[in-house]
């Protein structure tokens, strides 16, 4: 495979790294930043589309789980540890998401929490975009980023049994099977996002961040990881920033997914909540047609249906024509296309999906990207996002070994067989016809991915009046970059968008 990483491109560096891998699946994410956050001695920085105070990180019957929420986790630490200081930073989220999130959020973080933990709002973004990196940063020494936030929802073993007691948020109520992916980095990559946080700290939320030198103690590498044997790890941006800054927008994932889509000789294989880029499918189309290169084995993970009406309407609709398009013109050009959902079988033999929302690309065994950027337009080119990526040198055996078991232990995972299974897993060549294979089989947690059916009444107005779906999916702002969401007073505000001017008046009577 040719070089796809290339700095000042399509990614913003690549740094050094003593240890990094994957963490698959909330569980094993939460206790492995729950161990690491333990023994941080100055600093923790957490930046996120969303946190709940409540979230319960630990679920097992262990004398710390009991007080394992996020925020009482955190005074703990603080309450034990006199130089440490925590800054959270998070989407000031639009009233779309109301229902979804913890209300007066910035009023926990504030009378409910150690002085030493700061929490602010992030409105730094055009109108209509989200702050959607997820990453978190421990004393500069070792960081954790990918496609989870540390909310409600999301906690998960890898099983996705249908029925989870622990699966549960803290009003009881139970939710449906969530896969997702996180990785994590032991070295000089971490101590790059703490600079790029106290950055973005500073526009923000307008004071300066003083972060000690990264601690020179070794760092515990977690547990239930998929090492990544590889010493160099890139780091990768969407971030569009005003005319007014000076700065030029960075659309460095964009011009990632299209190199790697580009330089692929025998698989694409790709897990994500969504698959509606038109930028990345162009790229497969241009390659696809491409009859002078190898047939593709192209393997696409996807959540089987959209969480919300909102979403379907807006990316589900040019999804489905984008996956019936993709089909016929594999079919035609010769080369292999499976598009799966796992899903577990209740006592009452109903299926019950597992929600796919990790962000995964992989290439050939040989390059692996994972982070906070959906395979939809937005994230190319609108919302902020981080991804990470690694690529094998010619010769790195190591390197290529340990990317072809993450990717058959990922596929272990959603097949749900055991592990004699995975020797079927790991050759390229026929992939696609084993999984289909695998699908078909009654002990198996492979799905055939189904084309969503848009006849309902619900959304066929929607395919009158918008073709492509609703614009709620655009690659760009809707009325340029120099159009930025208003950032009140003090920065950050108590209430999520759209009632700004309640959040000014009860903010100037609470402080």
Not at 241 to 257: A, Q, T, Y
Request: charged fraction near 25%; charge should be negative; hydrophobic fraction near 40%.
């Amino acid at each position: 495979m040719k070089d796809i990483l290339a700095a000042g491109t399509n990614c913003y560096g690549i740094d050094n790294v003593s240890e990094s891998g994957l963490l698959v699946d909330g569980c094993d994410y939460y206790r492995a930043f729950w161990t690491a956050a333990a023994k941080a001695e100055n600093y923790i920085l957490l930046s996120g589309w969303q946190f709940d105070s409540d979230v319960q990180l630990l679920r097992d019957d262990g004398p710390t789980a009991a007080d394992s929420t996020l925020l009482s986790f955190l005074n703990r630490l603080c309450e034990n540890n006199p130089d440490l200081r925590v800054y959270i930073l998070a989407w000031n989220f639009s009233m779309i998401y109301c229902i979804d999130r913890e209300w007066l959020q910035r009023w926990h973080f504030k009378w409910n929490a150690n002085e030493r933990i700061q929490f602010c709002f992030d409105s730094y973004h055009p109108f209509g975009a989200s702050h959607h990196q997820k990453f978190v940063v421990i004393d500069g020494q070792i960081a954790f980023l990918g496609g989870l936030d540390i909310c409600s929802g999301r906690w998960d073993e890898r099983d996705h049994r249908a029925v989870n007691p622990r699966r549960v948020n803290t009003d009881e109520i139970p939710y449906a099977p969530f896969h997702d992916v996180q990785t994590y980095h032991v070295g000089a990559l971490a101590a790059r996002l703490a600079q790029f946080f106290k950055e973005q700290w500073s526009i923000v939320c307008g004071s300066e961040l003083e972060l000690s030198a990264p601690s020179k103690k070794p760092a515990l590498c977690p547990q239930n990881a998929l090492p990544i044997d590889s010493p160099r790890v890139a780091l990768s941006r969407t971030q569009v920033k005003p005319l007014e800054s000076g700065n030029e927008s960075v659309r460095e994932i964009r011009r990632l997914f299209r190199d790697a889509v580009d330089a692929a000789e025998s698989l694409i294989y790709l897990e994500n909540q969504y698959f509606s880029s038109q930028a990345i499918y162009d790229a497969l189309v241009r390659r696809m047609h491409d009859r002078s290169r190898p047939r593709l084995e192209i393997v696409l993970l996807l959540a089987k249906e959209a969480n919300a009406f909102v979403e379907q309407a807006s990316i589900g609709v040019a999804q489905t024509k984008i996956i019936r398009e993709l089909k016929h013109l594999s079919a035609n050009t010769g080369h292999k296309l499976g598009i799966y959902y796992p899903a577990s079988r209740a006592e009452d033999g109903e299926d019950v999906p597992t929600y796919i929302h990790s962000k995964l690309l992989l290439v050939d065994d040989c390059f692996l990207s994972v982070g906070s950027a959906n395979m939809n337009n937005r994230s190319m080119g609108l919302d902020t996002e981080l991804n990470v990526s690694w690529q094998a040198r010619h010769g790195d055996d190591d390197s290529l070994r340990s990317i072809r078991d993450a990717r058959v232990n990922l596929l272990t995972e959603h097949t749900g067989l055991d592990s004699a299974a995975a020797d079927a897993l790991a050759p390229i060549g026929g992939l696609v016809g084993r999984l289909d294979e695998f699908a078909q089989d009654p002990s198996s947690r492979l799905r055939i991915h189904p084309l969503l059916d848009n006849s309902a009444e619900a959304e066929t107005w929607i395919e009158t009046f918008f073709p492509d779906g609703l614009p709620l999916d655009p690659e760009g702002p809707v009325f340029g970059e120099d159009t930025y969401e208003p950032i009140p007073a003090g920065r950050d505000t108590l209430f999520p968008k759209g009632i700004n001017w309640l959040s000014n008046l009860l903010s100037k009577r609470i402080e």
